[in-house]
C-alpha cells in the first residue's frame, strides 16, 4: 500500500518525532511504500502570501511554490474523496470522544466556496443561525 506520512515538528528528539520515526520504520518494513513527508525538514512555508491569494484561481501559477506537495498530496487524495467526508466523521466519531458524554456535537460545512454564490452563502448563513439558536 501507498502510505503518506504528514508530520511537522521543529524538535528532533521529540517524543513526535520517535513516534514519527516508529511509523515509517514499522510500515517500511511491512512493505508499503512511504513517502516520509517531514514539513519542518523540508523547510515547508505555510503562510499564504498576497501573490498567492491572488494566483488562487490560476492553477499553474498557484502552485508554483508548493507543487511537489501538491503532487504528494494527488497521489493519495482519491483515496480520501472516496471515503466519504473525513472531516466530518473526523468531529462526529473521535473528538467526540474527548467531550461530556452525550454532547452536543454539530457540523456545519459550506463546500466549494470557490464557486459558491451569493445566494448560497445566504442559505448557509440562514442555516447557521437556525441551528445555533437551538444550543
Known sequence: MRVLV??????????????HATVVETLRARGHEVDDCDLNAERFDPVMTRQDRVDYYDVPRNRGRVGPYVDRLLKEALDDLLMGDPPRRFLKRSM????????????????????????????????????????
Open 6 to 19: 504528514l508530520f511537522a515538528h521543529p524538535v528532533e528528539t521529540s517524543f513526535g518525532a520517535g513516534l
Open 96 to 135: 467526540r470522544l474527548n467531550c461530556a458524554p452525550g454532547a452536543r456535537c454539530d457540523y456545519l460545512a459550506h463546500y466549494d466556496m470557490d464557486h459558491t454564490t451569493p445566494e448560497r452563502r445566504g442559505q448557509f448563513l440562514k442555516t447557521a443561525e437556525r441551528r445555533f439558536s437551538t444550543w
